[in-house]
Nanobody, 122 residues
Framework: QVQLVESGGGSVQLGGSLRLSCAASEYIHSTYCMAWFRQTPGKEREGVGVMPTGGASAFYADSVKGRFTISQDNAKGTLYLQMNSLKPEDTAMYYC???????????????WGQGTQVTVSS
């Protein structure tokens, strides 16, 4: 089984930046699709962006396009989420997810981290 641990959350003001990290218990970069999700109380878990395996490009939810960027450390397999121009509506618990098969923006992944809190104030 795969274990995922997120880090890098915190509190920032509107327009600020944060970089989240997702560390996996083993190197899964080459075979697993990985993704970022977020969730606030009373709302469904929302797909933020996806990093497919192979040479496919990352893709993002409309709400974060142009502001968030997913990348990976090829040596470590760590997944990153660079968040710029943050807005109060970005406030949420952010989760890392991975799956050997599914690779989309729906919350259908088999493996999930425990989450890291991001709070954006105005």
């Amino acid at each position: 089984q795969v274990q995922l641990v997120e880090s890098g959350g915190g509190s920032v003001q509107l327009g600020g930046s944060l970089r989240l990290s997702c560390a996996a218990s083993e190197y899964i970069h080459s075979t697993y699709c990985m993704a970022w999700f977020r969730q606030t109380p009373g709302k469904e878990r929302e797909g933020v962006g996806v990093m497919p395996t192979g040479g496919a490009s990352a893709f993002y939810a409309d709400s974060v396009k142009g502001r968030f960027t997913i990348s990976q450390d090829n040596a470590k397999g760590t997944l990153y989420l660079q968040m710029n121009s943050l807005k109060p509506e970005d406030t949420a618990m952010y989760y890392c997810a991975a799956d050997v098969g599914y690779c989309g923006l729906a919350p259908l992944y088999n493996y999930w981290g425990q989450g890291t809190q991001v709070t954006v104030s105005s």
